[in-house]
């Protein structure tokens, strides 16, 4: 009898395990992802979608596959061809062409769509991210308006359009919380990727009186490094990436690890659903935070250095919100 009890004990114990370790295999089990980018992986907004994929792929999460430099004529095909592959999730990007890439997620139910997009979510799977690294650009501003002499800071973008003018208007606000005298120049150049452009851009401005630079675009940390002045970074840390040792004093990071490593995992668990994953790109959730000041450390007032702590934590906390302004900035000067 009692052996007859511990058999079945054992038997059942042993059900248990391979369940477990069945259920724990699909969880680790890889899924197959799929990256579609507009410019070259190296402009760098594309640039932190692939990071954080790689990162995924390197840990074991993914299958990671991407094409790069595709067209927006030539986008949806892209999008098909992908879906058609068995692939189980797709991130990309949907400007300027929302509502072709929704009629894709709509004939490929089983594939979830992440895309960046300023638009609403749609139908169940198709997720919607843009970069809100507004906060940083907001504690970045408090450091400009703190350092520079002229109180004339000038700004270079690629286009006014939202995900750029909301940092625009943070970074001003934040100038202003500290330095109510400040005036900014800013300029669009009308391209994501056109350094020479950008950096004739900052040429001008710093002819007309600017002594810090916000480098939203490649090519404004060569201009401030000719003219000798000063510079903050925008998306990746343009310190040490794009050569901004004693020109760039700190940028506003985007990181896209959270928002990726959530899909992966809402996939994986038959849980993705259409929604918007702005929170993620935000400081709370660890996808946007500002960049170290490196050989600045020293040179920042410290009492401002004091006060962008003590509102980081406010904003963290929840206490404390960063405005968000999508509409076009104007120069002030």
Same mark, same amino acid.
């Given at each position: ?256 690890? $959270? ?5 992966? %995992? @809402?996939?994986? =668990? !038959?849980? &993705? +659903?259409?929604?918007?994953?702005? *929170? ?25 250095? $004091? ?5 980081? %934590? @406010?904003?963290? =906390? !929840?206490? &404390? +919100?960063?405005?968000?302004?999508? *509409? ?6």
């Amino acid at each position: 009898m009692y052996r007859k009890f511990f058999t079945a004990v054992r038997v059942a114990v042993a059900a248990v395990f391979v369940a477990g370790a069945m259920s724990g295999s699909a969880l680790a089990e890889k899924i197959k992802v799929a990256g579609i980018y507009t410019q070259p992986i190296q402009q760098k907004w594309d640039a932190r979608l692939h990071q954080a994929l790689v990162k995924a792929q390197e840990a074991g999460e993914i299958e990671y596959v991407f094409s790069e430099k595709v067209a927006n004529t030539d986008y949806v095909r892209v999008l098909r061809e992908y879906a058609d592959s068995g692939v189980a999730l797709v991130v990309g990007e949907a400007f300027g062409i929302s509502r072709e890439a929704r009629a894709v997620a709509d004939d490929y139910p089983e594939v979830s769509f992440l895309m960046g997009d300023p638009f609403k979510p749609h139908g169940k799977n198709f997720a919607v991210f843009d970069n809100y690294i507004h906060e940083p650009c907001y504690l970045m501003g408090m450091i400009a308006g703190s350092m520079t002499k002229t109180n004339k800071i000038g700004m270079v973008g690629g286009y006014p359009i939202g995900e750029v003018n909301r940092l625009f208007h943070a970074f001003m606000a934040g100038a202003r919380s500290v330095n109510p005298e400040a005036q900014f120049k800013v300029t669009f150049i009308g391209s994501w990727y056109d350094p020479p452009k950008a950096k004739e851009a900052a040429f001008a401005e710093i002819e007309a009186g600017v002594d810090v630079l916000y480098a939203e675009r490649a090519g404004v940390v060569d201009a401030a490094r000719e003219k000798g002045i000063i510079a903050f970074g925008n998306v990746n840390d343009m310190n040490k990436e794009e050569n901004g040792k004693d020109v760039v004093v700190t940028s506003a990071l985007w990181h896209m690890e $959270s928002a990726i490593n959530n899909a992966i %995992a @809402e996939v994986k =668990a !038959g849980k &993705f +659903t259409a929604a918007d994953y702005k *929170e993620w790109t935000m400081m709370a959730k660890g996808g946007a935070t500002l960049a170290p000041y490196y050989e600045f450390e020293d040179k920042i007032p410290a009492d401002i250095k $004091s006060k962008v702590e003590a509102l980081k %934590a @406010e904003i963290l =906390a !929840g206490t &404390f +919100t960063v405005e968000i302004n999508d *509409e076009e900035p104007k120069s002030t000067f």
